[in-house]
């Protein structure tokens, strides 16, 4: 049985959310499978073996028995259990109807962790725990041998353990580090080894010295060959009371051999997986280079990196003629801790990318490697990002879209708590097609910038300037060359910054390319509430805006950067000296999204807007959300955040009405 237009099997009507935006139907390819043999893995089940016949009453030890054997028209059914390897598919489907499917066992919990449990350690010794200066100036008294309270451990590092990788022998950056500003980054955690020491599930944190260990708890240390590791549990608790493990392979769920296509995961836990900076972006779960894999309800957890790749890994590999990339379905999955990138694709073409929960992302703090996001992809064609929450990224943008993107759309996520992010969404030197961002919520994006890096404007130094300073960011949508972006009926609100802020790239141009604008785009019938800086700012008047309701802005909040000197505008002067938001509102009441839920409820300001009295005259201020006009839907938003069919003329922002939005 073929998937209904929803995308969904078996369930009728056409999924609005589905149009894409040049008004065709994103290409939905998934089939109905039916298995010709199934194959049964259970790692606790006492008759288990790699030497049966993979029965369910004989089901092998370990998946990659069964991954060894699987063919086309193969499920591998697994049941519940912790397995400590990684699954390497020796073979792909032939095509959708006929695919490999690795699948956890209904109702059971599967875990592939990337780690392995220690056991044995002894006290840390021969390494002063102070630093060398102070230790050295004897400035600093010592206490006794055997009185610091202090308890570091050591454990010597199995090499039977690692077969061939030991990621702390490996730093966190691979090989392509030409992207990286050395002169404003901080190399920490680039340098950082690979390997990760975790107690209880979560992992301790790594410092660069040995007597780094003494001042914090909770942290290891690695020497310098990678043969020993040091580490201090939190309240200097005793290691034979824990659970310690250490990460020991790279991924969890990867094939060796690139090109495998038409693979199904589904239900599977990955865990701890030693993956290195991107690029080449390679995921605890890795489709290498494949096409047409469906990742579906698994859970990524702390994987040092890259959570998941689904493109073709990396720019330096030859491309191979009418090679497909992409076609992937990510579906569901829960992805948590990521280091520095949750969803990476290069090159990927026709991706579906729903329902999918992608929080922590970040901790890393490798955002200048260019790599760092929620979801960051190259190049995405014909693409659906929908229904996605993102929450409490972390020095990484919620999604990137990097150069070379048409036809995708990005409706109904909630994008909620960017900590020290630069902006919501980044879309990169975008120069052909069109791209849609619709019926989204972003909210409280802090802005990762230097607060001491602002000039003071001493007495009205600050009123005659015509340049505003850029050290400050925050951006809920954020664009640099990107051309005829479509923004539209989203609730943008709480940014450092702005809701929306375009700058050209002229001089990135690629052969014979041109450089990119940031012209054209259509800022449509947002709510955009409270940002600090502006609501909008655009680089020059060659761009659109109508129907945006602008709720609790200070004054300036419009704005055209170029030609010089910048505009700072408020609705009635957008109005007349730029002919934008005839259709626009100004409004006063309160709008609040939990970030947790991302339940969004509107009520009334405390506070009252500068300027009084009179700003009601001069700005037609709404006091109440029955005040504020309905707007004309643009063709290719046609339905709500919840995927309802819009009216003709519907509310600004992504509910059909503010009941419903009282109501979430």
Request: charged residues 25%; hydrophobic residues 35%.
């Amino acid at each position: 049985m073929s998937v209904s237009e929803n995308g969904k099997a078996g369930k009728p009507g056409k999924d609005l959310t589905a149009v894409l935006p040049d008004g065709t139907a994103f290409e939905f390819w998934e089939r109905e499978n039916e298995y010709d043999r199934i194959l049964y893995v259970s790692c606790d089940d006492p008759a288990a073996s790699d030497e049966n016949e993979g029965s369910e009453k004989l089901p092998f030890k370990t998946i990659n028995r069964a991954a060894s054997l699987a063919t086309p028209g193969t499920k591998v059914l697994i049941r519940g259990g912790i397995y400590r390897e990684c699954v390497r598919p020796a073979e792909g489907g032939s095509d959708a109807a006929h695919m490999i499917s690795y699948e956890a066992y209904p109702g059971e919990k599967v875990v592939i962790r990337a780690s392995e449990r220690v056991t044995e350690f002894q006290p840390s010794h021969g390494w002063k725990l102070e630093p060398v200066s102070e230790f050295s100036t004897g400035t600093k008294a010592k206490e006794a041998p055997g009185d610091d309270p202090r308890k570091i451990w050591a454990h010597e590092l199995d090499p039977d353990m690692f077969r061939g990788y030991n990621p702390f022998c490996a730093v966190n950056i691979i090989h392509d580090r030409l992207f990286i500003e050395y002169g404003k980054t901080d190399m920490t955690s680039y340098l950082n080894r690979r390997g990760c020491v975790y107690c209880d599930g979560v992992p301790l944190k790594q410092v660069a010295l040995y007597h780094m260990l003494g001042a914090e708890d909770n942290t290891y240390w690695v020497e310098a060959n990678g043969q020993m590791i040091h580490f201090r549990l939190k309240d200097d608790a005793d290691p034979k009371d824990h659970r310690i493990e250490i990460s020991v392979r790279e991924q969890c769920f990867a094939p060796k051999k690139a090109f495998l296509s038409y693979i199904h995961v589904k239900g599977l836990i990955c865990e701890h997986a030693a993956t290195g900076g991107p690029v080449p972006q390679r995921g605890a779960i890795s489709a290498f280079r494949g096409h047409h894999w469906i990742i579906e309800d698994c859970t990524v957890d702390y994987a040092n990196t890259v959570a998941i790749d689904i493109g073709n890994e990396c720019w330096h590999h030859e491309m191979i003629e009418d090679q497909q990339i992409g076609y992937s379905v990510i579906r569901g999955c829960t992805i948590r801790n990521a280091g520095v990138c949750g969803i990476a694709g290069l090159f990927a073409e026709h991706m579906l990318i729903e329902d999918n929960r992608i929080e922590g992302t970040g901790w890393q703090k490798m955002e200048l490697s260019w790599e760092a996001g929620g979801i960051k992809l190259h190049n995405s064609v014909n693409g659906l990002i929908r229904r996605n929450i993102f929450r409490n990224t972390y020095r990484a943008d919620h999604l990137w879209l990097d150069c070379g993107n048409e036809n995708t759309r990005i409706c109904s996520n909630l994008f909620l708590n960017g900590i020290e992010q630069r902006e919501a969404i980044f879309i990169e030197c975008t120069k052909e097609g069109v791209n849609l961002i619709d019926n989204n919520i972003i909210w409280n994006v802090e802005g990762r910038f230097d607060p001491a890096q602002i000039p003071a404007e001493p007495g009205s130094s600050g009123w005659y300037k015509q340049v505003e300073n850029d050290t400050v960011n925050g951006y809920g949508v954020y664009c640099e060359g990107t051309d005829r972006l479509i923004v539209a009926h989203n609730l943008i609100g709480k940014c450092r910054h702005s809701a929306y802020y375009a700058k050209p790239v002229s001089f990135r141009m690629g052969g014979l390319e041109r450089g990119g604008t940031s012209r054209k785009a259509k800022i449509l019938n947002n709510i955009i509430y409270d940002c600090g800086e502006a609501a909008i700012v655009f680089p020059t008047a060659d761009n659109e805006a109508e129907g945006n309701l602008y709720l609790c802005m200070k004054g300036g909040y419009l704005r055209v950067m170029y030609p010089a000197p910048e505009l700072c505008l408020d609705l009635n002067s957008w109005r007349e000296f730029c002919g934008f938001d005839l259709h626009g509102d100004y409004a006063w009441f309160a709008v609040d999204v939990d970030e947790e839920s991302g339940a969004a409820a509107i009520g009334q300001r405390d506070d009252e807007p500068v300027n009084a009295p009179g700003p009601d005259r001069k700005i037609s201020l709404k006091r109440e959300p029955e005040a504020v006009a309905k707007v004309e839907v643009p063709s290719c938003v046609n339905c709500d955040i919840s995927g309802n069919a819009r009216e003709e003329l519907s509310l600004p922002g992504p509910f059909s009405s503010w009941e419903k939005l009282r109501q979430l």
